[in-house]
């Protein structure tokens, strides 16, 4: 079945080591987005992809790095992470815009991350 | 940075009871959409609402894009416990795919 898959749901670590959250995708949307989801807050974009090797920088970006070497992954490495990071973790794809149509978002189950 | 509001916060009704979720911003958009969340999972799209006064209707739900196209209105007419979960506006701007989330709204429904 197509779809999009997160991996791991659910990971603990301590501050300052370094975690990747994995996400693959089977409809070859070329854009991905990793949200955060925090309550208050809703959900904030970190980074999103338009394409694969193609990247920009969403609301909350610091802290964070991604890559898209493959139009079907797009990991998000927290490279020393801190307690302020702790949160559900949120990918998503989708087609591009149509002209000024916008397209929807498919998004993953999420990973649960607790940074102790 | 644009931002969206969503009112009330948390929402605790009674099985077969109406409500009025909101979703304000100061920022117009070209189209808004609405999500809903259950726990563990991720948000779902429930509709696209992309002109402004626009009224869609999906079942027991009614979706409102205001004249401005800076707010929105859900409305759920004779709750079920199935309507439970986390909702979600969202606010788009025309050709990019960058999305704007509001707040949340909480809603539980009790049998």
């Known amino acids: 079945d197509a779809g999009i898959t997160q991996s791991p749901r659910y990971k603990i670590t301590e501050t300052g080591r370094q975690v990747t959250l994995m996400c693959h995708q089977t409809?070859?949307?070329?854009?991905m987005f990793w949200y955060r989801q925090d309550l208050g807050h809703g959900l904030r974009l970190i980074y999103y992809s338009a394409a694969a090797d193609i990247t920009d920088k969403g609301e909350v970006p610091d802290g964070y790095v991604v890559s898209r070497s493959k139009t079907e992954n797009f990991p998000l490495t927290l490279e020393s992470a801190t307690r302020s990071q702790t949160s559900v973790y949120f990918c998503a794809s989708s087609d591009p815009p149509t002209g000024y149509s916008n397209q929807p978002q498919h998004f993953g189950d999420g990973t649960r991350l607790s940074i102790l | 940075t644009q931002l969206l509001e969503q009112s009330p916060q948390f929402l605790s009704i009674q099985e077969g009871e109406n409500l009025t979720v909101y979703c304000n911003s100061s920022?117009?958009?070209?189209?808004l959409q609405w999500y809903r969340q259950e726990p563990g999972e991720g948000p779902v799209l429930l509709v696209t609402v992309v002109t402004g006064g626009e009224v869609k209707k999906l079942k027991r739900l009614t979706f409102q894009f205001g004249d401005a196209r800076k707010d929105s209105s859900l409305h759920i007419t004779a709750a079920q416990p199935g309507d439970t979960g986390l909702y979600l506006c969202a606010g788009l701007t025309g050709g990019y795919q960058k999305v704007t989330f509001g707040t949340g709204t909480k809603l539980q429904v009790i049998p």
């Open positions: 920022s117009v958009f070209s189209s």
């Open positions: 409809w070859s949307h070329s854009y």
